[in-house]
């Protein structure tokens, strides 16, 4: 067991589940569902950072979001520090905003143009009347500072900025209110590299300081082996994997985990490495196949695969995998 796992669960998802309904017509009757998250259940510790991966549309965005309720789940218990967030009223979910916040992709898009970045930092402690206008401004003062901007960058709107310093003033308008939990949305695609690995490297060392817990969200898989303790895979909304970090890069056991890690780029020009190119493209969420969702790719696929739906299971020690056939695919 790591340490992280001997700290305190801040969050436990159990059985979340989001599907969007799709009807005949804009007043038609519901015909099926988009299965966007179905069925999902992890355990966040305190200090931990779960890194989430997977192709475009495997649910990773539908399920931050659904788990911060800013959109409603179709089923299942979100409980953060002994309360369900699923429960709880506007007005007593409005409370637990102050302790989980979040980082999206798009830093332009996330800000409004239209104010300058001092009231853009002082806003939160208005919203939750933390304290006065006067004292706000003086936060955001000390917040700018903590993500590596100077002063005079109060006085500016967010066009003035590069997309990399836009996403300094995002991450110190999410701690503005010193959440316990964080999510990073894809919060690095839109940057350069070298931009990435500075803003990657400016949330480690704030989850170091302010003892943040991160869901990290992002189809790099180095980004995701750099900042994350635990990594969860999804697939068509399911989770197919999910290990501590070290574990699942250095032997992963999904058939899909295999064919991902194989698609990862090598520093070393003379490296050799076997890649596992899948067949097809993702299957729709609505009409999913029958048993194992991925036997339609899978280069391991048995005959049982279009049958039965397999179960995560622990193979060994916090390491879980949707997979019967699991040690196989890797021989």
Known sequence: MSKLENRPVLMDIRGVKKWFPVKRGPLGSTKNYVKAVDDINLTIHQGDTLG??????????TLARTILRLIEPTAGEVIFQGEDLVKLSPAQLRNVRRDVQIIFQDPYAS???RIKVKDILAEPFLIHKICGRQEALERAAKLVNMVGLNQDSLGKYPHEFSG?????????RALAVEP?????????????VSIQAQIINLLMELQRKLDLTLVFISHDLRVVRHISSHVAVLYLGK??????KGELFASPQHPYTQALLSAMPIADPDAQRSRIHLEGDLPSPINQPSGCSFHTRCPMA????SVDAPALVEITPGHFCRCPYTGQAAD
């Open 111 to 113: 800000l409004n143009p």
């Open 302 to 305: 048995r005959e049982g695969c």
């Open 239 to 244: 989770i197919v994997e999910y290990a501590p």
């Open 164 to 172: 990399g310093q836009r996403q300094r003033i995002c991450i110190a």
């Open 52 to 61: 989430l991966v997977g192709e475009s549309g495997c649910g990773k965005s």
């Open 180 to 192: 316990k939990l964080v999510v990073c949305d894809e919060c690095v695609s839109a940057l350069d």
